[in-house]
């Protein structure tokens, strides 16, 4: 599916307001799954600043363990400190990695800001090595920034 027709997918499923925000951000990592062949688990997290933890609230692909994540831990947990997209070419040389499944080689985080502020992130997992391009940064803070528009943060 070309880049184009599967913004406009996205922006849809966003704008359907019958649905809850976590259902469609659901239906967001599923149409992400099936449509980029690389993309083989896809998830949200959203921070808890007072805890310092991550919570996984949508996904596709097999459940994880990983609901809740610290921040500082893994790759996840970097990028809610940081505030920087982290690409991990290939996960056997990251020290500070959770690991999911034995069948994951790469990751990319991308984090999610609303009002300035970093309250989540896009995280996926590829079974190919070295898969991730600029190209998915952009396309990803894209969908983070229209994901941003529908979560109320208090
Ligand atoms: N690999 C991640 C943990 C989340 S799973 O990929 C679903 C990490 O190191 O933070």
Redesign the pocket.
Known sequence: MALHDLKNELSSILANTKVETYGRLTQVCEVLQRSISYYN?V?FYFANHEAQTLHLKAFAGEP?D?IV?PFG?????QVAVSNENFVVPD?SAQDN????SIT?KS?I?VPLFKNGKNIGQI?I?SHAPDPFSKEDELFLEWVNEQVAEIIEVP
């Open positions: 688990w998830g994880t990983h994540i831990k893994g790759i996840c947990g996960i990695y959770i690991a999911c994951v990751e985080v995280d997992d």
